[in-house]
């Protein structure tokens, strides 16, 4: 790798460390269900949406990245998004879900309840195959794993984050607004 990456790996690295230090550190301190920044919900859902929002932002702008022909700083950048989003799940979200469990079908018809289902789902799928994308960019993936139509894979999975963004937005509707 060219010297002229590390810092741009270092100021990644640095970025996700103090994101998910922020989330971790408003649950160590048990400020989880204080008030948020924007009213009406809690101090972590909240912090988890302007993450999100800057996620999203981030891995459109790696999309710009690769247009421009810049691959090296694309997959730095990619990289940095994904690595924070599988930590903003671990987090976060996992924990939410135990909030809206399915006994049968109908629950679904919940808004609450089905939206956030969606927003799982889709999250879910998006994350894996960013997570992919990534892991294979880096040549992590052995050989044999290799997608050869991945550039599909990566389209496919910027419009799966905006898709699961806009789901976000209203699984917060529902669970602090509605």
Known sequence: MRSSGRPAIATAATMVAGSLAWIGGIWASGLEGAPGFFGPGPLIADANLILEFFLVAGVTYGFAL???GNID???INQTTWVVLNVGLIVLVMTGSMRDVKIARAADLADL???????????????ACA????????N????AALHLRAWKKLMRAALAGYWLTALLGLLTYYFWYIA
Do not use: D, E
């Open 112 to 126: 609450r309840t089905g939206v956030t289902w969606l927003h799982a789902a889709s999250g879910t799928l998006t």
């Open 139 to 142: 040549n992590v993936l052995p």
């Open 66 to 68: 690769a247009r421009r």
């Open 73 to 75: 700083a694309h997959r």
């Open 130 to 137: 960013g997570l992919w994308i990534v892991l294979q960019m």
